[in-house]
């Protein structure tokens, strides 16, 4: 479960110009839920979703992840609960090229501590989950939208993280390739895994469990 109570996020904090993101943010998010976190752009929502995957750090507030306080972790530390406990999909796919699709599949599991499996099993495991084992060999810069979404997604569950965050996972694809990809989604979900998608589309937020609508920085309404 994660926590989140009172968060502030100003970039620029104490220095010229500063711009509070987010203000006085409290949520909460029970294992195995699939939660879309919904709101114009420019928000919050990208801010709140780095946060919650301890990509980026705030100055006010607490942040509990499965009764880990955050807010208390070292750099390094940090890293090692990003790596172990969270798979991000980036709204841009953030894949390597030029490398294949296996070797990107494999990157977070070369800084893995766990000894669950070879890299190479492990990331072709995920490959097969996500439908593009064949795909293995293949350069990402050869790969359509769908098949590096797909790709995206496979990295982000290679190490079996127990949360998965999307930010706009749908935003660059087609209706039919969207549907596909929520339908992964929801899979995962059912497979016990808390999912989390950043989105601005109702009909991606329509097949999530419960939505929660930000604005300006906070948060205007839980929907279950």
Known sequence: M??????????NYKKPNPFTALSDVSLEIKDGEMVAIIGKSGAGKSTLLHIIGCIDKFEKGSYYLDNIEVHELSDMKLARVRNEKIGIVMQDFALIEEYSVLENVMI??????????????????ALERVGIEELAKKPVSKLSGGQKQRTAIAR??????????????????????????MELFTELNKEGKTVIIITHDPSVAQKCKRSVEISDGRIIHKLS
């Open 156 to 181: 982000a569950i290679a190490n079996d993280p127990s949360y998965i965050l999307a930010d706009e996972p749908t935003g660059a694809l087609d209706t039919k390739t969207s549907e596909e990809i």
């Open 108 to 125: 977070p599991l070369q800084f893995s501590r766990k000894k669950s499996g070879k890299p190479k099993e492990l990331a072709m495991k």
């Open 2 to 11: 994660l926590s989140i109570e009172n968060l502030t996020k100003t970039y």
